[in-house]
């Protein structure tokens, strides 16, 4: 059964550009053990948005997990892990922490919960409503500039 996850990044340090520009990245550099874990438990073919952290703080895009956990190779010490991921399509529209926070069926979920927290799983309904969100801001921002 596929699963859905969160993953954030400073888009100084690695863009959506920047990943929509090389079509496929290892996902290292992470230090937090329960994040850690969250890479371990992902699976070929589990969807994940892409937020930018920082001053964004916005899902901006879909990716795939193409490669499922192995050694993180950019770890001096330590018991670290990585995953393989592809970049599926940009979101619509961005969807911004804000907005999020103010969708009354989002407010439990890890994002606003453990902010911290770079890589998250999601529920698949949390997943979609924050997709959904992306294509409802687009045919607002139509419908008013009619």
Do not use: C
């Not at 010490?77 to 970049?87: A, I, N, R």
């Not at 979920?109 to 999601?122: D, E, F």
């Amino acid at each position: 059964m596929k699963s859905f996850w969160l993953v954030k990044q400073e888009p100084s340090s690695y863009s959506w550009s920047d990943f929509i520009a090389e079509g496929q990245t290892s996902w290292t550099g992470v230090r937090n053990y329960a994040a850690r874990n969250n890479l371990r438990k992902m699976q070929k073919g589990d969807e994940v948005l892409f937020y930018h952290s920082g001053e964004d703080k916005a899902v901006v895009g879909i990716a795939r997990v193409v490669r499922t956990a192995y050694r993180d190779l950019t770890a001096k010490e330590g018991d670290w892990s990585t995953v393989d991921l592809t970049p599926l399509k940009p979101l619509r529209s961005p969807v911004t922490l804000r907005e999020i926070k103010g969708n009354s069926g989002l407010k439990g979920i890890p994002l606003i919960r453990q902010s911290r927290l770079s890589v998250m799983p999601l529920a698949e309904s949390v997943f979609r409503e924050i997709v959904k969100m992306s294509t409802t801001q687009v045919d607002r921002l139509a419908a008013a500039r009619r």
